[in-house]
């Protein structure tokens, strides 16, 4: 695994690679029914909290690239989790990229933290990740991430279920010329 920045500051968010100190905050974050409403619709358990943890570390390490801890650059506050993963999602049509997927506690919304940190994200995958296009799953009923996935340069590609529910497939070309 080559050697390069992980770490990413924009005018107000860091983003970083996990650490086992975020494990409180994440697991709070994901324990919230309110958050996970679009998502699975049922808030995780500390042991399902400790699998995704596991599995963002194991991505960085396989891939080269996960998801990170997003803090505010000035008070180091737990923002959320922004990042990159292949789900390997058994889901027709088949997604095939590397998806981008966002999180933000209840505290950070509505103060435009997820399109700073989704254009942060994008930004180092086009200097880092080797694919010609990347993808996001959203619930059709999760306006503010559409807005947010339509801001950073995605356009809805499909119309499908996954996890016996309605979704979305948006694509964005990574590089110019990778097409939606």
């Known amino acids: 695994m080559s050697d390069f920045e992980t770490t990413i500051e924009t005018a107000r968010l860091r983003m970083r690679k996990p650490r086992i100190e975020d494990f409180s905050a994440s697991a709070a974050m994901w324990a919230d029914p309110e958050i996970v409403r679009h998502i699975s619709g049922t808030p995780s ?69 997820a399109t700073e940190a989704v254009r942060a994200a994008i930004g180092w995958a086009q200097r880092h990740i080797h694919t010609d296009k990347i993808a996001c799953l959203i619930a059709p009923g999760n306006v503010a991430s559409i807005r947010v996935a339509e801001k950073c340069g995605f356009a809805l590609s499909s119309r499908t279920s996954y996890a016996n529910s309605p979704a979305l497939i948006y694509r964005r070309p990574l590089r110019s010329g990778g097409g939606t």
Do not use: D, K, M
């Open 45 to 113: 358990t500390v042991e399902a909290s400790w699998s995704r943890s596991i599995r963002y570390a194991g991505h960085w390490t396989i891939f080269g690239f996960g998801y990170w801890i997003v803090e505010e650059l000035q008070s180091n506050a737990f923002v959320g989790e922004v990042g990159f993963a292949y789900h390997r999602r058994e889901i027709t049509p088949p997604i095939g990229v590397p998806e981008i997927g966002w999180v933000l506690a209840r505290s950070a919304h509505g103060q435009g933290y």
